[in-house]
């Protein structure tokens, strides 16, 4: 069965220190890969969604990039931290564009 | 006009009862609809996934998608304290949204023992 793993689970950053969120799944290949993020208040804002190695759309303007360095990993990663960016990330994975997403446990991220 | 509205709650039942839960939405192109249970602190795991109008059973869930007035339901029988969490339902106009999907803010259900 497949499984998808996120860390760290949370993460307390001071503003302006970079940021690197990892998302490997397993048991299934070239899945297509989802990075949201969750804030209080708001419903999930897809910001990145890949079909393939190196394959990154953005789907929102933002202070974070991502990388897909193999078939079954996903970053999540940031130069300089803003305090705008604290919030849940959440990982999901799709066998492909016409089956459901499922997530990971998230990284809950605080910006001090 | 936001893209899908959820009430936010909390809905309070107590054990037992059936539970409705709503959706509505704005863009008539969604095709795919489906629900997420989200437990504090955890990522949403996948309820049901229906395709076009219609119901779907599974267990003590049901799915209803009424497509002509924008509209999707779920519904909970013999609800149980474990129920209680945060429902999301989400829609895409493809099946797994290489566009992404489209989430309501979820409803926070409390299920009283």
């Known amino acids: 069965s497949q499984t998808i793993h996120q860390w760290p689970a949370t993460l307390v950053q001071p503003v302006g220190s970079p940021l690197s969120l990892e998302c490997t799944v397993e048991g299934t290949s070239n899945p297509n890969l989802y990075w949201y993020r969750q804030a209080a208040g708001r419903g999930l804002q897809l910001l990145f969604y890949?079909?393939?190695?190196?394959?990154i759309s953005s789907e929102v303007p933002q202070n974070l990039s991502a990388s897909r360095p193999q078939d079954r990993q996903f970053i999540l990663s940031s130069k300089k931290l803003l305090l705008s960016d604290s919030g849940f990330y959440l990982c999901a994975w799709a066998t492909d564009s016409n089956q459901p997403q499922h997530f990971g446990d998230g990284t809950r991220l605080s910006i001090l | 006009q936001k893209e899908v509205e959820q009430d936010p709650g909390p809905l309070s039942v107590p054990e037992g009862a059936i539970v409705s839960l709503n959706c509505t939405y704005s863009?008539?192109?969604?095709?795919?609809f489906m629900w997420y249970r989200q437990y504090s602190r955890k990522g949403p795991e996948l309820l049901m996934y229906?395709?076009?109008?219609g119901n779907k059973e599974d267990g003590r869930f049901t799915a209803q998608v009424d497509k002509s007035s924008k509209y999707i339901s779920l519904f909970i029988r013999d609800s149980q304290p474990s129920d209680s969490a945060t429902y999301l339902c989400a829609m895409s106009l493809l099946g797994g949204g290489a566009d992404g999907l489209t989430f309501g803010k979820g409803t926070h259900l409390i299920i009283q023992p």
């Open positions: 863009n008539s192109a969604f095709q795919y």
């Open positions: 890949s079909v393939g190695i190196g394959q």
């Open positions: 229906t395709y076009s109008s």
